[in-house]
């Protein structure tokens, strides 16, 4: 059974940076396509970032800014989030089995939580 429970959300100024971490069950880092995805009011499911293996791949507009990263012994990932800007403002989630329909809309079969990240002065 696939479990996955967010943390580390909150109130950060722009500019400022917030990590937020992952604890999972039931995936092999190792195989599985581990994602952050998020969801701001009123949208739907956004691509964050993937990490499979020893690879990663980030959203343009996250790009230089967020840093993925898993601990394989504690089976946990996280997402380091710097230079953050009001747009960034979102329900955050680690993800997993995340795929696209036809109308271009992102659906994931796992997902935890939540944690809320909100960047405002």
């Known amino acids: 059974e696939v479990r996955l429970v967010e943390s580390g959300g909150g109130l950060v100024q722009p500019g400022g940076s917030l990590t937020l971490s992952c604890a999972t069950s039931g995936v092999t880092f190792s195989s599985d396509v581990m994602n952050w995805v998020r969801q701001a009011p009123g949208k739907g499911l956004e691509w964050v970032s993937s990490?499979?293996?020893?690879?990663?791949s980030y959203a343009q507009s996250v790009e230089g800014r967020f840093t993925t990263s898993r601990d394989v012994v504690k089976n946990t990932m996280s997402l380091q989030m710097h230079s953050l800007k009001p747009e960034d403002t979102a329900v955050y989630y680690c993800?997993?089995?995340?795929?696209?329909?036809?109308?271009?809309?992102?659906?994931?079969?796992?997902r935890g939580q939540g944690t809320q990240v909100t960047v405002s002065s």
């Open positions: 990490i499979v293996g020893g690879g990663t």
């Open positions: 993800a997993k089995e995340c795929t696209y329909n036809s109308r271009y809309s992102l659906s994931c079969t796992y």
